[in-house]
């Protein structure tokens, strides 16, 4: 079994920064991991993904303000978020990218992040 826990949300203004953390309670080094968003009334989308050697991508809509790293020996992922908008809104979770952690359909229970004035 799993588990994963995300943290580091809150309500920030427009063009704030917020730092995501994930914890795994398992080793990461064998998945591509990723950060995950869902919008009220939204289905939920990924955002950015790394696999263990570092290499990244992003969903258009964040290209340029989120950087995902991690650290393999610590089985945690973080997602630096610069110059937040209103549309960045919603509860932010962290999972595997592609194929189940562990072959687990466990997710945590996210992390709120709100944006405005």
């Known amino acids: 079994q799993v588990q994963v826990a995300e943290s580091g949300g809150g309500l920030v203004q427009p063009g704030g920064s917020l730092r995501l953390s994930c914890t795994v309670s398992?080793?990461?080094?064998?998945?591509?991991m990723g950060w995950y968003r869902q919008a009220p009334g939204k289905q939920r989308e990924l955002v950015a993904a790394?696999?263990?050697?570092?290499?990244?991508n992003y969903a258009d809509s964040v290209k340029g303000r989120f950087t995902i790293s991690r650290a393999n020996a610590k089985s945690t992922v973080y997602l630096q978020m610069n110059n937040l908008k209103p549309e960045d809104t919603a509860v932010y979770y962290c999972?595997?990218?592609?194929?189940?952690?562990?072959?687990?359909?466990?997710w945590g229970q996210g992390t709120q992040v709100t944006v405005s004035s």
């Open positions: 999972n595997s990218v592609g194929r189940a952690l562990y072959g687990s359909d466990y």
């Open positions: 398992r080793s990461i080094f064998n998945y591509v």
């Open positions: 790394m696999d263990s050697g570092g290499r990244s």
